[in-house]
């Protein structure tokens, strides 16, 4: 984690969602981690924000990770922004793309209506605690909850990035099987995205 990163404060809240205190994301995981040592368990999370990008032929962009494949991007929520404005500059930070959050309502008419190899479109899912692997410096693997904002998206363009991500293409067909057959390969929050709202896979149809 960069200094710069290290120092940025997020909110703290208990697993609950209730407001407890403001703290550098740095001294938030030291904290966490210290406490999942002892116990097993963490009682505090921070908000945080994760996008699983699809083209419109349902291939899924997933990041090779060193907890697995995960979601297109993740993010903490930082002191200051809302889960929207967070997204959209840790998406073009990472990718240098511009990414546009929709309502759920107008999703589908923005997807026929934008050019999908500029813009990235968006929808928000669901806010919920969510479990995030996390491998520290110590290689121990931690699991924190966070309470997470999902969204899932369209992009068919190509994602340049400036930070050396790996991104593999699932067919979304495909992802489920994986996600059968091989659950621990995949993150919490990629199977929970797909079960729950991409299964089973709808075309889009352009005009």
């Known amino acids: 984690?960069?200094?710069?990163?290290?120092s940025k404060r997020v909110r703290v809240l208990d697993l609950e969602g209730n407001y407890q205190n403001?703290?550098?994301?740095?001294?938030?995981?030291?904290?966490?981690t210290l406490e999942f040592s002892r116990?097993?368990?963490?009682?505090?999370q921070i908000p945080a924000v994760d996008l699983l990008l699809m083209d419109s032929t349902n291939n899924v962009y997933l990041r090779k990770t060193?907890?697995?494949l995960s979601t297109t991007l993740d993010s903490p929520v930082y002191l200051g922004d809302d889960h929207d404005s967070q997204l959209r500059q840790a998406f073009y930070n990472l990718y240098q793309t511009p990414l546009r959050v929709v309502a759920a309502a107008d999703y589908e008419k923005e997807l026929a209506e934008r050019e999908l190899s500029l813009y990235t479109v968006v929808k928000k899912l669901s806010q919920e605690s969510i479990i995030h692997p996390k491998l520290f410096s110590n290689s121990k693997l931690f699991r924190l909850p966070m309470l997470t904002t999902t969204y899932v998206g369209r992009f068919d363009g190509e994602l340049g990035n400036k930070q050396g991500v790996q991104l593999v293409k699932f067919l979304l067909e495909d992802l489920c099987d994986a996600l059968r057959m091989r659950p621990q390969l995949f993150t919490p929050v990629v199977d929970l995205i797909v079960g729950r709202h991409l299964?089973?896979?709808v075309p889009i149809t352009y005009h």
């Open 1 to 6: 984690m960069s200094s710069s990163i290290a």
């Open 22 to 32: 403001v703290s550098s994301i740095r001294d938030y995981f030291i904290r966490a």
């Open 39 to 44: 116990f097993g368990e963490v009682s505090q």
């Open 66 to 68: 060193d907890v697995g």
């Open 199 to 201: 299964v089973p896979p």
